[in-house]
């Protein structure tokens, strides 16, 4: 037991000793998402929908980019081929932004009741990954009418999934500590995340820049996390097979050390919390 204790970092062991806390935080999000909306929880299908729509008409249309042709799909949609890396991308911005105004958001709890603040965090996390996963099964479907043979490889997509929740949740951490003592943050943060948008290769295929992008340019990409993580998605979804080993080495990887880094910077802020939420 005292082993355990010592591999385990605290805000792991308080996070399993609150489970009916995190339980109750989710369902909470859960049953006010869209309440009294009348399309209730369509409306997190037509907003991703929505985005496709504009950019397949922009890229697709207007501009005439063409997809890669899945392989061994044979797959050549604009819209499939954008779906299969929007909707993860879609789950990280979303689980980094409710997490990052989840302290702030919940000020009264925080200097009230005495209770794991990571909490929180995780309760928008969980929630996110249930849209996620309700996004995802439907584009499950699209896609086997499609003709995609990724039947066998949905226990690696969900691994996948499962692996960007926590590399979100690493990052949703740090940034929900930072933005109490930081309340800027919120400004910049949209910023940032506008440009991690086009630096990671959502609405374009990768290859197209191997001949034309700079060797730094290149660097970032072949780095960036997100980048990853939608080549992976591509892979298990659009071509119908398994992603690389190193591939899914470098998930393992970003989520272990995004999960680290971000419970580090939380337990450091955590402190004076109640002070200055």
Known sequence: MAVMKML????VRDLV???????????????????????????????PLALVGIYWFVFSVVFG?????GNPSGIKTYALYLL????????????????????????GL?????????????AQSIFSLVQFTIEMTL?????????????????????????LACFSTGIALALS???????????????????YFFMTPIIYDPSLLEDKATPLIRSLLRWNPMSVFVDAFRHTMYDGRAPEAANIAG?????????????LVFSRGVRRLAEEV
């Open 8 to 11: 385990v970092p605290k805000p």
């Open 17 to 47: 000793a609150s489970q009916d806390l995190l339980w109750n935080l989710t369902l909470r999000e859960l049953r006010g998402k869209y309440r009294r909306s009348f399309l209730g929880w369509t409306w997190s299908l037509l907003n």
């Open 65 to 69: 980019s063409q997809p890669p042709i």
């Open 84 to 107: 299969c890396a929007l909707l993860p991308w879609s789950f990280f911005s979303l689980i980094t932004g409710l997490g990052m105004s989840s302290l702030l958001g919940n000020g």
């Open 110 to 122: 925080v200097r009230t009741v005495a209770f794991p603040r990571q909490t929180l965090v995780f």
């Open 139 to 163: 584009l499950t479907v699209i896609l086997l009418f499609a003709g995609s043979p990724l039947l066998h490889l949905l226990p690696l997509t969900i691994l996948q999934m499962l692996l």
């Open 177 to 195: 500590v930072m933005l109490v003592y930081f309340r800027d943050l919120t400004y910049l943060w949209t910023i940032i995340n506008q440009v």
């Open 251 to 263: 998930l393992f990887a970003a989520a272990a050390l995004s999960m680290a880094f971000g419970l």
